[in-house]
């Protein structure tokens, strides 16, 4: 990540109001951090498996609320860059 970006994304999350939806991905995505730590120091198998199903519940959720309340909009918009952006995502 660049320098800017990383300063564009530090001041956003400082704008952030608790029930923005920006808030809610990430707490989703440290919470994804926090279960891919999980398993990797986990020493059982049937413990990371059960651990991975939990990852792969909380992502199909959050990228379902991601796409429609980021890139859906994101495509929606005038801006080519927003387009460009919302595809990538």
Same mark, same amino acid.
């Given at each position: 990540? %660049? $320098?800017?970006?990383?300063? *564009?994304?530090?001041?956003?999350?400082? &704008?952030?109001?608790? /029930?923005?939806?920006?808030?809610?991905? =990430?707490? /989703?995505?440290?919470?994804? *951090?926090?279960?891919?730590? *999980? $398993?990797?120091? +986990? %020493?059982?198998? #049937?413990?990371?498996?059960?651990? @991975? #199903?939990? @990852?792969?519940?909380?992502? %199909?959720?959050?990228?379902?609320?991601?796409?429609? +309340?980021?890139?859906?909009?994101?495509? &929606? +918009?005038?801006?080519?860059?927003?387009? /460009?952006? +919302? #595809? =990538?995502?």
């Amino acid at each position: 990540m %660049t $320098i800017v970006n990383k300063m *564009k994304s530090l001041s956003a999350r400082a &704008t952030m109001a608790d /029930d923005d939806v920006r808030s809610y991905l =990430e707490k /989703d995505h440290d919470e994804a *951090k926090e279960l891919l730590g *999980k $398993i990797v120091s +986990a %020493t059982r198998g #049937n413990r990371r498996l059960a651990l @991975l #199903n939990q @990852l792969k519940a909380a992502l %199909t959720a959050h990228s379902r609320a991601e796409e429609s +309340a980021v890139y859906q909009p994101m495509l &929606t +918009a005038k801006s080519a860059d927003s387009h /460009d952006l +919302a #595809n =990538e995502g």
